[in-house]
Each structure stands twice: as structure tokens, then as C-alpha cells.
């Protein structure tokens, strides 16, 4: 007598796991997104500007608009270089100077 197979999906049939590994990722490294002081702009516009293109709400965009006024400087964001460059691009349409520079 021939022993019977348990039909496919049953309980009795063996079964495959498979694990998915994701696949490799490379972490961008970081670049710094800068604001410069000028003499040309009004500091309500910089900090209307600063909300708009980094998504700050105002007192975290007066500081940074502050603390380029004082300094000469200010960090406003770190990311990938893309983003950076991006950053940058949309401050110069907006008559500002941004600079980027490697985070490490």
C-alpha cells in the first residue's frame, strides 16, 4: 500500500520560509547648508525666506537669521549633497548667499 501525499496547502505539507534581505544601502555623506550675512536684505525677509525653503517655524528661523547677522554665519541645515546643492540654488533665487560644505 503506497502512503498518500498531503495535498499542497494542507498542514501536513512541508513548507519554504524565505527571508528577504534588503538591499545594501549607502549612506550619503552629510553636507552643511550655510547662511551668510548681507548687508542688502531686510531680516524679516531672510526669515520669511528661511521658513519657506528649511521648514522652520519663526522663532527657529529668527535665530538662525540672528545668529548670521552677528557672526557673519549660520548653519541652517545638514543633509546630502543633492538636497544641499538644491538648497542653495533656491536661497540664491531669493537674492541669498548659502554656501555649502562637507559635515565631516
Same mark, same amino acid.
Given at each position: 500500500?503506497?502512503? /498518500? $501525499?498531503?495535498?499542497? !496547502?494542507?498542514?501536513?505539507?512541508?513548507?519554504?520560509?524565505? #527571508? +528577504?534581505?534588503?538591499?545594501? #544601502? $549607502?549612506? +550619503?555623506?552629510?553636507?552643511?547648508?550655510?547662511? =551668510?550675512?548681507?548687508? %542688502?536684505?531686510?531680516?524679516?525677509?531672510?526669515?520669511?525666506? @528661511?521658513?519657506?525653503? %528649511? &521648514?522652520?517655524? $519663526?522663532?527657529? /528661523?529668527?535665530? $538662525?537669521?540672528? *545668529?548670521?547677522? %552677528? &557672526? !557673519?554665519? /549660520?548653519? +541652517?541645515? %545638514?543633509? =546630502?549633497?543633492? /538636497?544641499? *546643492? +538644491?538648497?542653495? *540654488?533656491?536661497?540664491?533665487?531669493?537674492?541669498? #548667499?548659502? #554656501? @555649502? *560644505?562637507?559635515?565631516?
Amino acid at each position: 500500500m503506497s502512503k /498518500a $501525499r498531503a495535498p499542497s !496547502g494542507s498542514l501536513d505539507a512541508p513548507t519554504t520560509t524565505r #527571508t +528577504l534581505t534588503p538591499p545594501l #544601502t $549607502r549612506k +550619503l555623506p552629510p553636507y552643511k547648508v550655510l547662511l =551668510h550675512n548681507d548687508d %542688502v536684505n531686510d531680516m524679516d525677509y531672510v526669515t520669511r525666506c @528661511i521658513m519657506e525653503l %528649511v &521648514s522652520l517655524n $519663526r522663532l527657529d /528661523a529668527e535665530k $538662525r537669521m540672528m *545668529e548670521a547677522h %552677528v &557672526s !557673519g554665519m /549660520a548653519l +541652517l541645515l %545638514v543633509t =546630502h549633497k543633492e /538636497a544641499a *546643492e +538644491l538648497k542653495q *540654488e533656491q536661497f540664491f533665487s531669493k537674492n541669498l #548667499t548659502v #554656501t @555649502i *560644505e562637507p559635515a565631516d
